[in-house]
């Protein structure tokens, strides 16, 4: 009997369902990791997202590709049911073989670091949770396939089809659980618009600090820190393009106020470091902080002098 010859189309089907599965999977991993950090932050990260951007990027890789693999590996076992010699192609069975090389694979490596990681006494409930993960997505990833080797789907492919339905429901609770943790669509715009607006307020601060250096008194208004030579240009509330309040509390004191949309998000990166504190002699205490809750917040700023002389008296 001759072998099945493979056409361009099976090629690519099933590289494509291939590629589609790896990036879906590789990208299913990290979203649970991503849950896993949220569960369970690790103090020593340096750095947290503060828009949720890995995430976004996996529940798009997920919305995309996962639904593609489906329709093609539906497609590929319609077309091996109708013409049972394709189940021999040797696409297939590399594709096949390969894939259940590299899960298997996975699941030692896995198993080592796990030991390893044991061992050096340095085992987490975040590091524990993550192994398992990869155990089970790798290890149901390796026995689907190598069934598949069998031909055990195309002998069942009810089952098939129930095991795809039951993939596709706990990847869309997945999916649904990261809009519970990162929010809506609108509510990282709104997250943004209150960090551009906390990164205004800096920037104002910063020229209102230098401006009093300079001529050793507070601006009146904010459009006196406009310079065209220095490219200054005051900002405004990039949401509603109207100008930031600004009041003059005494000789050294401010206030300045925006609104804001929601409550300082718990992985802002400006909640990640300790708020510095200036408590002065008439027991005045200033915390160097921009957290902030709904609507107009006001932060009060009083100049150090010391901590920022005037520049006349500046030793040059």
Wanted: with cysteine; proline share 6%; glycine share 6%.
């Amino acid at each position: 009997m001759d072998k099945p010859k493979v056409t361009p189309k099976d090629f690519f089907l099933w590289i494509a369902a291939m590629v589609a599965l790896y990036v879906s999977v590789f990208a299913f991993i990290n979203l649970l990791f991503d849950y896993i950090n949220y569960a369970f932050p690790d103090i020593l990260n340096g750095y947290l997202d503060p828009y949720s951007s890995s995430m976004r990027f996996e529940i798009a890789s997920i919305i995309v590709l996962f639904p593609v693999f489906l329709v093609l590996m539906r497609l590929i076992r319609n077309d091996i049911a109708a013409n049972p010699v394709k189940k021999d192609l040797w696409v297939r069975r590399w594709v096949l073989f390969i894939t259940v090389f590299v899960a298997g694979a996975t699941v030692i490596g896995d198993l080592i670091t796990l030991i390893n990681y044991f061992l050096g006494g340095e085992v987490t409930t975040r590091f524990i949770l993550k192994v398992v993960v990869v155990l089970l997505v790798s290890g149901g990833a390796f026995l689907h396939f190598l069934a598949d080797i069998r031909g055990y789907w195309v002998q069942y492919p009810g089952r098939a089809r129930t095991l795809g339905y039951a993939v596709g429901v706990l990847v869309l609770a997945a999916i649904v659980s990261g809009f519970f943790i990162m929010g809506s669509p609108n509510d990282i715009r709104m997250y943004r618009f209150d960090d551009r607006k906390v990164g205004d307020l800096t920037n104002i601060q910063y020229q209102i600090v230098t401006y009093w250096q300079q001529k050793e008194k507070l601006p009146a208004k904010l459009e006196d820190l406009a310079d065209p030579i220095s490219g200054m240009n005051v900002p405004v509330d990039p949401q509603t393009s109207e100008p930031y309040k600004y009041v003059v509390k005494g000789t050294m004191s401010f206030d300045l106020c925006a609104n804001f949309n929601a409550v300082n998000q718990p992985n802002s990166l400006r909640n990640q470091y300790p708020v510095a504190k200036t408590i002065y002699p008439d027991g005045l205490v200033m915390e160097d902080s921009w957290q902030h809750g709904v609507g107009e917040v006001c932060f009060n700023r009083t100049i150090d002098p010391e901590r920022y002389p005037p520049f006349s008296k500046t030793p040059r």
